[in-house]
């Protein structure tokens, strides 16, 4: 009689120990056949979406996207066509003139008063490349006041329909008159400013500034209006 009770649970021990090793089998073969279904359509004829894929799977590394321009703002390289500028203005030194082209005569530019004499010789403002060469007396109601910039403050340079934004990067007093590669051609855009200085007007002072942006000229209609140099403000009384 306890022989066959042995026997019993000995049956009993192993039927439980089978059930086990069926239900860990089970679940072994599902998570296998998951993984080999996943492989299956990765490997297969049709393409597979990351859509598809848990994030896990794709590692969920972030997307960096450029920052959009505003909507006024213009590509650099969309403006390789230069225009003829027609205005400037510095707000940091309250100036705001004119800009008349000038031709070179008998290697000489004439220097017109009370506007920013464009030198013709040099590049039409772009988002590309190329020095556009601006200069004036140094006059109160002309150039003498670029003498008060420094590095980083802004000029804007008008043309038909752009705004071209310029930020100072070199500031240069009692450079020899002679020294006329500052108007010379630059791999990038820029602006260089000149006027008279030292004793008897016989060196210059120069201003470069790197091209910083471009803006449609139609979306600023405040700052449209005709220029006008601060001579004209002070014959006016205002």
Not at 69 to 91: F, H, K, T, W, Y
Not at 171 to 184: A, M, P, R
Request: charged letters at 20%; glycine letters at 6%; proline letters at 5%.
């Amino acid at each position: 009689m306890k022989k066959d009770l042995r026997i019993v649970a000995a049956w009993i021990i192993v039927l439980s120990i089978g059930l086990s090793q069926m239900s860990y089998l089970g679940s072994s073969l599902a998570s296998l056949g998951l993984s080999w279904s996943v492989a299956s359509r990765l490997r297969g004829s049709t393409p597979i979406s990351a859509e598809m894929l848990e994030p896990e799977m794709l590692g969920a590394k972030e997307i960096v996207t450029e920052t959009p321009l505003r909507p006024c703002e213009v590509a650099l390289n969309n403006v390789a066509q230069g225009q003829m500028p027609d205005r400037l203005v510095i707000s940091l030194a309250e100036l705001d003139l004119t800009v008349n082209p000038v031709s070179l005569v008998d290697g000489t530019w004439a220097v017109h008063d009370n506007v920013a004499n464009y030198a013709q010789e040099t590049d039409l403002p772009n988002g590309v490349s190329g020095n556009t060469g601006l200069f004036g007396h140094d006059r109160t109601y002309a150039f003498a006041p670029i003498k008060r910039l420094s590095t980083d403050n802004e000029i804007q340079l008008f043309t038909r329909d752009y705004i071209f934004f310029y930020h100072v990067i070199e500031v240069h007093s009692g450079v020899d008159s002679k020294e006329v590669d500052v108007f010379h051609f630059t791999q990038e855009p820029q602006l260089t400013l000149v006027t008279c200085d030292g004793i008897f007007s016989k060196q210059r002072f120069v201003v470069k500034a790197r091209l910083v942006k471009i803006e449609k000229r139609e979306c600023v209609p405040s700052l449209d209006i005709p220029a006008k140099s601060l001579l004209a403000d002070y014959l006016d009384g205002t």
